[in-house]
């Protein structure tokens, strides 16, 4: 019995180890299947080229190597940058014209008329024979200060007495007073009979004129309405003189005017426009309503007097 148990075991034993083998052997054929099948899903490499070549076959391939030469550029293609491509330009674009034009600030004829032109009339600028004409030919042809364009306001100052020098024969006045030289017009005046100043008088801390002083010079001819651009003008004194014609309405329209004399002369019209525009006037004279003489209609006038013949004073 022992030896019978015995052979059973072997015999037990046996059958386990066969069932190993046959198990193994299953797993290397499986694995032998999938690596066979991988394999053959990769491509397989082209056979090596074996064919002899002949001496035709080399000199193709000769002229075949030249031609595909010539065909490469010597440089290298520049179709593709070499850099990532940026959007700034390589230099600022130049906004600013390289040469900057200058401006002519010279004063012409033409635009001497521009600057005028607000405050005289159109046709008397034009006129060659007129005051207004022959101070507006001085400033841009004779007058020694050279005015630009930059100096408006002066050149307006300078016209506005140089007419007045025009309209009063200015070339027969017994004293110049520096009038139409290259001075600046705050130093166009000089001593008078009496030993005052007289002309220009006087300007102001910013070189305006103030003060026009012509007292018993005998000058001859018409106050023009220039003199109304003067609009810081303080004082003005024509008494006693051969001046005719009407009183501008512009000398009105000056609000800092506070003394005005005009007596003693052959002035006629109307002064109401004065005692209307409410300027307070510290002296204002003129020759008016004297006896049956009527010469100037000026109500607010604190002074009125005339001359009894053309020839008196």
């Known amino acids: ?33 999938l690596l066979n099948n991988d394999t053959s899903s990769r491509k397989t490499p082209s056979e090596p080229y074996s064919k002899t070549l002949t001496s035709a076959d080399v000199i ?15 440089t290298q293609s520049t179709h593709f940058p070499l850099a990532h491509p940026s959007d700034v330009p390589s230099t600022y674009p ?45 400033i841009v042809n004779r007058d020694g200060a050279n005015m630009t364009l930059r100096e408006v306001d002066k050149i307006i100052e300078r016209y506005a007495l140089a007419v007045f020098y025009y309209s009063t024969q200015g ?51 018409t106050i023009p309405s220039e003199l109304g651009s003067l609009k810081e003008l303080v004082n003005l004194d024509f008494a006693v003189n051969n001046l005719y014609g009407t009183v501008p309405v512009s000398l009105s329209t000056i609000e800092t005017l506070s003394e ?10 109307s002064m109401e426009n004065f005692c209307t525009n409410n300027v307070e006037y510290s002296w204002l004279s003129a020759d008016c309503l004297v006896g049956s003489t009527e010469k100037i209609q000026c109500s607010c006038c604190n ?8 020839g008196e004073k």
């Open 94 to 138: 130049t906004y600013i014209p390289s040469v900057i034009p200058t401006i002519d600030w010279t004063l012409t004829l033409s635009s001497a008329l521009k600057i005028f032109a607000p405050i005289s009339d159109e046709e008397s600028l034009k006129n060659k024979t007129t005051p207004q004409y022959l101070a507006m030919d001085w």
């Open 260 to 269: 005005l004399e005009l007596f003693r002369n052959d002035l006629t019209g």
């Open 303 to 310: 002074l009125c007097q005339t001359r009894v013949s053309a």
């Open 60 to 74: 193709s391939v000769q002229n075949n190597q030249t031609n595909a030469t010539s065909d490469i550029p010597t």
């Open 1 to 33: 019995i022992p030896i019978r148990n015995t052979l059973v075991n072997f015999k037990d034993k046996r059958v386990q180890l066969a069932c190993i083998f046959i198990a193994l052997v299953i797993i290397s054929l499986s694995l032998l299947l």
């Open 171 to 221: 070339e027969n006045w017994e004293r110049q007073y520096n009038f139409l030289s290259d001075l600046n017009v705050c130093a166009w005046k000089g001593y008078d009979a009496f030993n005052d100043w007289s002309g220009v008088q006087n300007c102001n801390e910013r070189g305006k004129v103030i003060s026009i002083e012509f007292f018993f010079e005998n000058i001859t001819g």
